[in-house]
């Protein structure tokens, strides 16, 4: 499968806990972007990496929320300290920067549950 | 600030009828428009796309969509919907390098 891979699917975990999920981009990517979608609402815009660099981060991105993207390859995003509106699906999606605007390819995203 | 409206947060339609879901947008500058469909538990497929050309766009699933900038819409049409095509559909505009998506419009086909 050569499509964005997103692991866990599914995650549950109690409030106060850390949490960490991991995107696996297309290969060759250099484009990798967060968004966070809740319940009956669109996604939402976190962040984006142009190859390893956090070039943009959103004010819905907390200092309880982390990502990485070492080596410009996978990138994990990391929430600390979970509360129960952090409950969400959490999408990640990658593109090609060949031209300016291209499609952007997501994963089937992590639903997370904060209980 | 570029933003979406969808107005319609569910559309029923039965089996084999047309279908027109409603995207309009605001922006001052060139927009660059996005339909995405999303089934149950899923991540987002594109279904199609405005960057430039033709007003008349055409996508995967037999969708096709207008963009008429006076009126700043993006509608979304199927001339004869499929039980299959039973998810939720997002409009998107593209901000520099990220998507401003509006809120979904389910669309629930009946048969």
């Known amino acids: 499968d050569t499509g964005v891979s997103q692991n866990p699917r599914h995650k549950i975990t109690k409030r106060g806990q850390n949490v960490t999920f991991r995107c696996d981009p297309i290969s060759e990517h250099n484009r990798l972007y967060w968004y966070r979608q809740t319940l009956g609402q669109g996604p939402e815009f976190l962040t984006y990496f142009q190859n390893e660099a956090q070039l943009e981060k959103s004010r819905l991105l907390s200092d309880r929320f982390s990502a990485e993207r070492p080596k410009g390859s996978f990138s994990t995003l990391e929430i600390q300290r979970t509360e129960q509106g952090d409950s969400a699906m959490y999408l990640c999606?990658?593109?090609?920067?060949?031209?300016?605007?291209?499609?952007?390819?997501f994963g089937q995203g992590t639903r997370l549950t904060v209980v | 600030a570029q933003s979406v409206t969808q107005l319609d947060s569910q559309v029923p339609v039965f089996e084999e009828a047309p279908v027109e879901l409603r995207c309009n947008y605001s922006?001052?500058?060139?927009?660059?428009l996005f339909w995405y469909v999303q089934y149950p538990n899923q991540g987002l497929q594109l279904l199609l796309k405005?960057?430039?050309?033709?007003?008349l766009v055409k996508g995967i699933n037999g969708f096709e969509a207008e963009f008429n900038k006076s009126q700043t819409s993006f509608h979304l049409r199927k001339p004869s919907v499929h039980i299959s095509d039973t998810a939720e559909y997002f409009c998107a505009v593209q901000s520099s390098y990220k998507l401003i998506f509006g809120s979904g419009t389910r669309l629930l086909v009946r048969p």
């Open positions: 405005y960057l430039s050309g033709s007003t």
């Open positions: 999606a990658s593109s090609v920067r060949d031209r300016e605007n291209t499609e952007a390819f």
């Open positions: 922006s001052s500058v060139s927009v660059y």
